[in-house]
């Protein structure tokens, strides 16, 4: 069973940054897709970013946070981070980190089996 544990959440002013880590574990040897996904209250839950654990880290971004957040990972400790720059209101959210050993490269909850609690980011304006 694969775990994941998520933190760096917490308030941060508009124009801020925060850092989200996501500790996750192996469950197969194979490649893997590990993605940051958000949701808000009464809405979809939305990618926001994708890396592929093998292959180099292919990355994918939603369009909305391209250019201002990056998606990393440490293979050696099995940590995805995302680091993200210029926060708006709108960024807020409870991020999610999941993990899916699915083919494909939707950035699409339905394609993730894995998940964290999720961690609060509140941006204030």
């Known amino acids: 069973q694969v775990q994941l544990v998520e933190s760096g959440g917490g308030p941060v002013q508009a124009g801020g940054s925060l850092r989200l880590s996501c500790a996750h574990s192996?469950?197969?040897?194979?490649?893997?897709?590990v993605a940051w996904f958000r949701q808000v209250p009464g809405k979809e839950r939305e990618g926001v970013a994708q890396i592929s654990t093998r292959g180099g880290g292919v990355t994918e971004y939603d369009d909305s946070v391209k250019g201002r957040f990056t998606i990393s990972q440490d293979n050696v400790k099995n940590i995805v981070s995302l680091q993200m720059n210029s926060l708006k209101s709108e960024d807020t959210a409870m991020y999610y980190c999941a993990k899916t050993y699915r083919g494909g490269r939707v950035l699409d909850p339905n394609r993730y089996d894995y998940w964290g609690q999720g961690t609060q980011v509140t941006v204030s304006s």
């Open positions: 192996e469950a197969f040897d194979k490649n893997a897709w």
